[in-house]
């Protein structure tokens, strides 16, 4: 049984920072690109970051370019988003997606809300 089991996330003042992780488990995680997405309330679910299935290759939406870091440890299995200088238009519930060639796997989400 796949699970993918995201974890971190809270509440956050503006300008803070917050680490997102990203467990799997019942597939082999060293085959899957991994992404992250985010849906704020009443928007479309949008990719946010991407890192391939080495770690050696990544790409960001442009809203998080510079703030976010995408990064997996493939010996635990596990994805992780560092986000930094998180702004309140960064409120949303964050989703992990583990994808190959023929499936795609999503977690439940784990909500993050930056406000003061």
């Known amino acids: 049984q796949v699970q993918l089991v995201e974890s971190g996330g809270g509440l956050v003042q503006p300008g803070g920072s917050l680490r997102l992780s990203c467990a799997v488990s019942g597939l082999t995680f060293s085959s899957y690109v991994m992404s992250w997405y985010r849906q704020a309330p009443g928007k479309e679910r949008e990719l946010v970051a991407t890192i391939n299935s080495a770690g050696s290759s990544t790409n960001y939406a442009d809203p998080v370019k510079g703030r976010f870091t995408i990064s997996r440890d493939n010996a635990k299995n596990t994805v992780y988003l560092q986000m930094n200088r998180l702004k309140p238009e960064d409120t949303a519930v964050y989703y992990c997606?583990?994808?190959?060639?023929?499936?795609?796997?999503w977690g439940q989400g784990t909500q993050v809300t930056v406000s003061s």
């Open positions: 997606k583990a994808v190959d060639l023929r499936t795609a796997y």
